[in-house]
C-alpha cells in the first residue's frame, strides 16, 4: 500500500496529460505479458520488433529487477507532447542520473553517453514499429478519458476527479491510497511541490502506476473501457435496438471508446451525414458529449450512456 495526502490546493492543481513514453514503457510491459486484450497486437508486431534488434533498448526496459529507469518517464509539461518533445528530455538527462538509475536496476553501464544516446535512437524505432500505428486511437481513449472525468469535476466537485480512477485507488479518508497487487508496504509518496499528474495509458492494463521522479509526480491508468481499444465493435445488445433502433444503439455501443463523425461511418458503413444525424440525436438526448481536439471533434458516452448501455 502507498499513501498520498493531499491538501486541497494540491486536490486542484491535478492535471492530465497523454504521454507517449508512458505508452512505449506500459506497451513493453504488455508485449512481455500474457494479458489477453494484447494478444493480437502483439502476433501483429513481435516479429517486427525482433527483427529491430533493439539491444539496448530491451537491455533498459527488461532490467534484472524488473523496474524502468525513472528518467524514462519524464513527467509531461504540457497535456499533449509529442514523442521527439519527451525524447528531447530524455537525451538531455545528466548522465550521473542515468548512470545511477540504471544500475539501481542492475544494468552495468560503462558509457553512458553512448548508452544515452543509442537508446534514444532505438526508442524512436519501437514506437514506430509497435505504437504509433495505435497512437491516434490512444490519444483519443485518453481524451475521451479525460474529457469524462473534467464534467464529472464540474458536477460533483475535485474529488471527482480521483474518486473512481482505478479499482486500487481509495481515499482513506483524507489521502489517496495505492493497494499495490502484491503485499507489503511501499515507501511513502510526496508530491514535494509538484502538482500531480495523471496520465491515462492504453496499455496501462488493469495497473496503476507511482512515477516520483526528480521532475514531478505522476499516475499512470488504465481509461475506462480500455479493454475495448483492442477489440472489435461490439453488436449492440437487442434491448438497446429496441429503445434506439438498430444504427443509433450501434453508435451509442461503439463508443465506449472516444471517436470522430468520420470514424463512427467508416466502423459502421455509414454516409458522413448519416453518422453526424445520430451522433447529434445522441448528444442531444444526454447520452453523449464531444469534446475538440485539435480539428477534430471526438464524441463520447456520458455517464447516462454508459448506464444505459450497462442495464441493456
Known sequence: ?????????????????????????????????????????????????????????????????????????????????????????????????????????????????????????????YYQLAVAPLMPRLRAAADGEIAARALA??????????????????????ALRLDYLKDGEHPPWSLDGHRLALLPSGFAGPVAWVVAAPDGRALWFPPRAYGRLWSAPEPPPAALSSLLGATRAAVLTMLSVPASTGDVASSLGLAPATASHHLTALRDAGLLAAHRTGRRLQYHRTDLGDRLCQAA
Open 153 to 174: 469535476a464540474a458536477d460533483h466537485g475535485p474529488r471527482s476527479l480521483l474518486s473512481d480512477l482505478h479499482p486500487r485507488l481509495h481515499w482513506d479518508p483524507d
Open 1 to 125: 500500500m502507498k499513501r498520498l495526502e493531499l491538501t486541497a490546493a494540491e486536490l486542484l492543481g491535478v492535471r492530465f496529460a497523454h504521454s507517449p513514453m508512458a505508452e512505449v514503457v506500459t506497451s513493453t510491459i504488455a508485449l512481455r505479458g500474457a494479458l489477453w486484450m494484447y494478444a493480437r497486437w502483439r502476433d501483429r508486431v513481435s516479429c517486427g520488433v525482433r527483427r529491430a534488434r533493439l539491444d539496448t533498448f530491451w537491455s533498459v526496459f527488461d532490467t534484472p529487477t524488473g523496474a524502468v529507469p525513472d528518467f524514462l518517464s519524464p513527467v509531461p509539461g504540457v497535456p499533449r507532447p509529442s514523442l521527439d518533445d519527451e525524447l528531447r528530455v530524455i537525451a538531455a538527462t545528466p548522465l550521473d542520473r542515468v548512470e545511477a538509475e540504471l544500475a539501481a536496476a542492475g544494468v552495468p553501464v560503462r558509457d553512458p553517453a553512448a548508452l544515452r544516446s543509442s537508446l534514444v535512437s532505438e526508442i524512436r524505432r
